[in-house]
């Protein structure tokens, strides 16, 4: 709670007395205790120089008594003074150089307390001591035969040190009661002081509150009362000051909101009346728009379902085209002939792509998709994907790399349909805007939880590239980057929509980032549940322990993959990335390897092919070719005779493992022969 919270505890009137009390008693308190405690002390002295001018003449008096020993003399002395002094002198005594009584005013007690223990010698002057409610003062008696030395060091010559003609001290007992009375009066008398300026605070401070915080706290009754709604309350009385000014202010108020409450009242009237209108005309558009409503979802409903049954009507031909010009371009055709063929199948399949992605998207529009949960292998699906994909990769000469990190489960359960819907759309459209580089997917693990994983998916391309202020609609139906892209790429722009809303539903999310002729980098977030039971057959990837391999690839993005995912089954990673590297490694080295895996495009274009694939195999167990490019298959008869097998790129994971834990030489493949030219 704060100090603000505290103040508001406390009343006006509170506030007013406190303030108005506090200084007084505090000044008047600090002034009672000066004045006292310096009458203490002005007491206190007035009693010692009182003694002292006692003390002082009867030490002289003494000295003769002592010098003579006539001690009755110096008796009679010393119990006349003390009688004489009664009120003041209680007791006195003399004692010689041996700290021994000598004379006593009268029969005490006890006169020990008497007695100085100090040595005699450093008693040099008047002495004091306090005893209970009691002084003592204490003095030498000297000889007036003494002599006097005075320091050289000292300029003040009453500073003399006596060398001799101490007969002894005389001790004096003072009275402090009549002090101690004088001390008592003047602290009762301040403190009647005190009381007396208290009393006259509080009549005036009690007057100021009657004046001042009464006529608040009436004003403080009225504002309530008005914040209630009584506007017809006003502050009455005759007020001084700036209470008057606020008593005015007050009433000018009040006035003010009953006018302002009667004008708004008016106003609610008029604007209730209004509404009452309004309400009535919102009921009748409200039947309007429900039966418009109705008559809107109905042919929303019969679109989607003349939508549905129009694309499985359109497939079923589709199909019977495509399928019969793939047979087509079996049969002896002229180049011209199967030009048009190979044409009539492209554009069959692009309009059944889009058929396909229409209905997906009818489906998501009205909220009919159902995803399957079923187990299936991931790096399966994401091979078969890719796969299909691979071609178009080849066409362009595009390096496409599959990287999946090893920790990544492979049994997991989901729709492995709809994963492979989302590859194939964010793969596709960047092998499509890529005419050079790269097409690079890569799936990290982010998240895992006992029944559950969350993968991280990331498309990145070297290909155009998107405008940040065209990038928001990607993920709009119907919606591409520039209207140009439709024409010079084709597609609908129902690809990524339909993959954002799968993977939403899936409940992962999609983003995209991208700088223009650079390339883009699409990511989406992928939860999968883990599987059950065990889908993939596990790689017994110890065998390959120890193994050296051979690594002939010059792209670096191919090489960093394979090489980190050998080095994953502890193999012996030698990596070579030119002919050059590779024609030394050949000529300046015996070491035999385990296995080669070779894949090079400038490789396939050397007229040294053969002769460099002989060499190879002959430092090598096991020699492996992966096909990357089209210039490679077009040398597929020459290649696989100097090599042990051929895969084609980009090479899964299952398949490289299996391909290494079981090698065998595979049969050569014939290529198909030339088809022959009918004339027309």
């Given at each position: 709670m704060n100090s603000a919270d505290n103040m508001t505890k406390y009343s006006l009137r509170a506030w007013v007395l406190v303030l108005a009390l506090a200084p007084t008693i505090l000044v008047g308190i600090l002034l009672g205790s000066y004045f006292t405690i310096n009458r203490f002390y002005e007491l206190e002295q007035s009693l010692i120089e009182r003694g002292s001018n006692i003390i002082e003449p009867l030490a002289i008096a003494a000295e003769i008594g002592l010098e003579t020993k006539n001690f009755e003399t110096t008796k009679r002395l010393i119990t006349s003074v003390q009688l004489n002094k009664s009120n003041l002198v209680q007791f006195i005594a003399i004692f010689d150089t041996n700290n021994r009584v000598v004379v006593t005013s009268h029969h005490y007690k006890s006169h020990e307390f008497m007695r100085y223990n100090q040595p005699i010698d450093s008693l040099n002057g008047i002495e004091i001591e306090q005893f209970g409610d009691s002084l003592i003062l204490r003095s030498p008696i000297l000889s007036s035969q003494r002599e006097l030395i005075v320091s050289p060091f000292d300029n003040n010559a009453n500073a003399a040190q006596v060398n001799s003609g101490k007969l002894g001290y005389i001790a004096v007992l003072l009275n402090k009661e009549n002090a101690l009375l004088e001390q008592h009066r003047a602290a009762v008398a301040a403190f009647i002081m005190v009381l007396i300026g208290v009393q006259l605070n509080l009549l005036f401070t009690f007057r100021l509150v009657k004046n001042v915080t009464q006529p608040i706290t009436d004003m403080v009754r009225v504002v309530a009362k008005i914040r209630e709604g009584k506007l017809d309350t006003r502050v009455d009385g005759n007020l001084i000051g700036e209470l008057d000014l606020l008593k005015r202010g007050i009433n000018a108020m009040a006035s003010s909101l009953s006018d302002y409450h009667e004008e708004m009242q008016q106003n609610i009237d008029q604007a209730t009346s209004d509404l009452r209108e309004t309400l009535e005309q919102i009921e009748i558009q409200n039947v309007e728009l429900d039966l418009a409503k109705k008559r809107a979802l109905e042919a929303s409903r019969i679109k989607s379902e003349f939508l549905a049954n129009m694309s499985h009507e359109l497939r079923t031909p589709l199909n019977g085209v495509i399928g019969f010009a793939k047979q087509l371009l079996k049969?002896?055709?002229?180049?011209?002939?199967?030009?048009?063929?190979?044409?009539?199948?492209?554009?069959?399949?692009?309009?059944?792509?889009?058929?396909?992605?229409?209905?997906?998207?009818?489906?998501?529009?009205?909220?009919?998709?159902?995803?399957?949960?079923?187990?299936?292998?991931?790096?399966?699906?994401?091979?078969?994907?890719?796969?299909?994909?691979?071609?178009?990769?080849?066409?362009?000469?595009?390096?496409?790399?599959?990287?999946?990190?090893?920790?990544?489960?492979?049994?997991?359960?989901?729709?492995?349909?709809?994963?492979?819907?989302?590859?194939?759309?964010?793969?596709?459209?960047?092998?499509?805007?890529?005419?050079?580089?790269?097409?690079?997917?890569?799936?990290?693990?982010?998240?895992?939880?006992?029944?559950?994983?969350?993968?991280?998916?990331?498309?990145?391309?070297?290909?155009?590239?998107?405008?940040?202020?065209?990038?928001?609609?990607?993920?709009?139906?119907?919606?591409?980057?520039?209207?140009?892209?439709?024409?010079?790429?084709?597609?609908?722009?129902?690809?990524?929509?339909?993959?954002?809303?799968?993977?939403?539903?899936?409940?992962?999310?999609?983003?995209?980032?991208?700088?223009?002729?650079k390339g883009s980098t699409f990511w989406f977030t992928l939860p999968l549940k883990l599987s059950q039971y065990p889908i993939s057959q596990p790689l017994d990837t110890g065998k390959l322990k120890q193994k050296s391999v051979l690594l002939f690839e010059p792209r670096k993005l191919s090489r960093h993959v394979h090489q980190g995912l050998l080095q994953h089954w502890q193999m012996l990673v030698t990596p070579i990335t030119t002919l050059q590297q590779l024609d030394e490694l050949m000529n300046n080295t015996k070491q035999r390897f385990d296995y080669a895996i070779i894949s090079c495009n400038e490789l396939a274009k050397s007229p040294l092919l053969l002769d460099t694939l002989t060499r190879i195999r002959h430092i090598s167990d096991y020699s492996l070719y992966v096909c990357n490019s089209n210039n490679s298959a077009t040398n597929i008869d020459v290649i696989q005779s100097a090599v042990d097998k051929i895969v084609h790129a980009p090479i899964g994971e299952r398949e490289l493992a299996n391909t290494l834990i079981h090698p065998y030489r595979a049969p050569p493949e014939s290529q198909p022969k030339p088809l022959q030219v009918v004339p027309a």
């Open positions: 049969t002896p055709l002229h180049t011209s002939q199967q030009d048009y063929i190979k044409t009539i199948e492209k554009s069959a399949s692009n309009l059944l792509n889009i058929i396909n992605d229409i209905l997906d998207f009818s489906k998501l529009e009205a909220g009919k998709m159902v995803l399957e949960n079923m187990p299936f292998a991931l790096r399966e699906v994401v091979d078969d994907t890719v796969s299909m994909l691979a071609n178009s990769a080849k066409e362009k000469e595009l390096e496409l790399v599959v990287d999946i990190e090893p920790a990544i489960n492979d049994n997991v359960s989901g729709d492995a349909l709809r994963v492979g819907q989302v590859l194939t759309n964010l793969v596709g459209n960047a092998i499509k805007f890529t005419d050079e580089g790269s097409v690079h997917l890569k799936m990290r693990l982010t998240g895992t939880e006992p029944d559950k994983i969350i993968i991280r998916c990331e498309v990145t391309d070297t290909g155009i590239g998107i405008d940040k202020h065209h990038q928001h609609q990607l993920f709009q139906a119907f919606g591409q980057a520039d209207s140009s892209i439709s024409r010079r790429f084709g597609g609908t722009g129902l690809g990524l929509i339909i993959t954002k809303r799968v993977i939403n539903q899936m409940g992962g999310q999609i983003g995209c980032n991208s700088t223009p002729d």
